[in-house]
C-alpha cells in the first residue's frame, strides 16, 4: 500500500480538533532546564569481577595474576552481625551511588549501602611478579597467595570545578589480610586494620572505620619544574594489627602499631 500523499496528510493535521491542540506547548530552553536534570542520578550495583593477568610492560615486566574482587560470602564482621549486609554472597552488593552535578558545575558522587550496612568485600590474587623479556625466563615472586576480606562503610568524590582538585574520601576496615613475600622469606597472617579510636573490649560500630581523605590533582613536581599527578593526604590514623609474621617458615610471633598516624603526605607521579 502507498503512503499518504502529502496533501491528504496535512488536511489529516489540520483536522484534529482544537481544544485538543490547546493542551500541546513548546517548551523553551528555559523550562526544559526545570524538568531535567534536577535530582541526578542514581545507580544500584552489584557484581564480582575477575581477572586473569594485569600486565605492566616497561623494559621489563610487572605481573599480577588470578585477581578475584567480590563478596565476603558472609554478613558477620569484628563480633557485629549482620553488619556485612542483609544477604551473604560472592558478589560485591549492598552499594548505591548518587551521583549529582551542582550549581557551581562540582561534580558530587556519593558511594553508600543501599541498606543500613557496611558494603562487604573479599580480594583475592595469587602471584605478584617481576617478568625479564630477554628472553633469559627470570622472574621474581614479589607477593602470593594474597587475600583479604573487610568491610567499606562509605565512599564519596567531589570534583572541584574552581580549583580543579578532585577529593576522595572513604572509610573501611580490614578483619583478615594474608599474604607471602616469597623473594624474602617473609608471610603475613591475620593482619587487621582498623579506626585508630576502636577498642575489641569495648567495641563499637562507629569507631570501627579507618578514614582515608585524599586530594588529586595536577601539579607540580617536589623535585622542581614539570608537572605530575599529585596526591596529598592530609591525615590517616589506624590501628594495624598482625596476628601472626613468619620469617623462614617459623612464626617469630604477633605485631600491634596502636593509633598509627600517617600526616601531611604528598606524592607526586609522573614519567620518566
Known amino acids: 500500500m502507498k503512503g499518504l500523499k502529502p496533501t491528504v496528510l496535512a488536511l489529516g493535521i489540520f483536522a484534529v480538533p482544537t481544544m485538543g491542540l490547546a493542551d500541546i506547548r513548546l517548551l523553551d530552553d528555559s523550562a ?5 536534570g534536577q535530582a541526578g542520578v542514581s545507580i544500584e ?14 623494559e621489563g615486566a610487572f605481573a599480577v595474576n588470578d585477581i578475584s574482587i567480590g563478596g565476603a560470602e558472609r554478613t558477620d564482621f569484628f563480633g557485629f552481625a549482620g553488619i556485612g549486609g542483609p544477604t551473604a554472597n560472592n558478589r560485591l552488593d549492598n552499594i548505591r551511588i548518587d551521583v549529582d552535578v551542582l550549581a557551581d558545575g562540582d561534580a558530587a558522587i556519593n558511594i553508600v549501602p543501599t541498606n543500613f550496612a557496611a558494603v562487604d568485600f573479599r580480594i583475592t590474587t595469587g602471584a605478584w611478579e617481576l617478568l625479564a623479556t630477554d ?11 594474597f587475600y583479604a576480606e573487610g568491610l567499606m562503610a562509605r565512599g564519596s568524590v567531589h570534583v572541584d570545578t574552581a580549583t580543579d582538585v578532585m577529593r576522595l574520601r572513604t572509610a573501611f576496615a580490614i578483619e583478615t589480610m594474608d599474604f607471602d613475600v616469597p623473594f624474602l622469606a617473609i608471610g603475613v597472617r591475620g593482619m587487621q586494620i582498623t579506626g585508630a579510636d576502636f577498642d575489641s573490649t569495648f567495641s563499637s560500630p562507629l569507631d570501627l572505620f579507618a578514614e582515608v581523605d585524599l586530594y ?6 617536589l623535585s622542581g619544574g614539570g608537572s605530575s599527578l599529585a596526591i596529598d593526604m592530609p591525615t590517616f590514623r589506624a590501628d594495624v594489627g598482625i596476628e601472626e609474621v613468619i620469617i623462614g617458615q617459623q612464626s617469630i610471633g604477633q605485631v600491634f602499631m596502636d593509633d598509627l598516624a600517617i ?4 606524592m607526586r607521579v609522573y614519567g620518566h
Do not use: P
Open 32 to 36: 526544559m532546564g526545570e524538568i531535567t
Open 45 to 58: 550495583l552489584e557484581t564480582k569481577i575477575d581477572i586473569d593477568q594485569f600486565l605492566y610492560v616497561d
Open 135 to 145: 628472553g633469559s625466563g627470570d622472574y621474581t615472586q614479589l607477593v602470593d597467595n
Open 216 to 221: 588529586i590533582y595536577h601539579g607540580a613536581r
Open 263 to 266: 600526616t601531611d603526605t604528598a
